[in-house]
């Protein structure tokens, strides 16, 4: 099935970008109803009405493509960077704590 959206192609396996979010993928499937052609795009698994789709040539998708991964590694890294962090902070609390003194002369609240 094909549907002609703004004088252009859409056609499974194509890529194109949901104007709404600006979520980018490529079409899975397609379908009409009485509202319309509808595709389904791989990214999200959703159904997208083809008048907000706009087609994407190879070189645009891949540069989407390209920055969905730069921000996926920065935000591992960063991850990484907090878990760090974390670690020397619960590390210093350790420290803190060795010193105290835990015998029974402290306040028991046992009852």
């Known amino acids: ?5 703004r004088n252009e192609e859409l056609s499974i ?3 194109v ?3 709404g979010t600006g979520s980018a993928g490529e079409i899975l499937a397609l379908r009409s109803d009485d509202e319309g052609i509808w595709a389904k795009v791989d990214t999200t698994q959703l159904w997208y009405n083809s008048r907000y789709l706009e087609l994407l040539d190879e070189g645009e998708y891949r540069k989407i493509e390209d920055r969905k991964s730069k921000r996926k590694t920065k935000k591992l890294d960063e991850e990484g960077d907090e878990r760090e962090i974390t670690k020397k902070k619960i590390d210093s609390i350790k420290e803190d704590l060795e010193g105290v003194d835990m015998s029974t002369e402290m306040c028991d609240g046992g009852g």
């Open 1 to 5: 099935m094909e549907a002609v959206n």
């Open 13 to 15: 396996g194509v890529h």
């Open 17 to 19: 970008r949901y104007s």
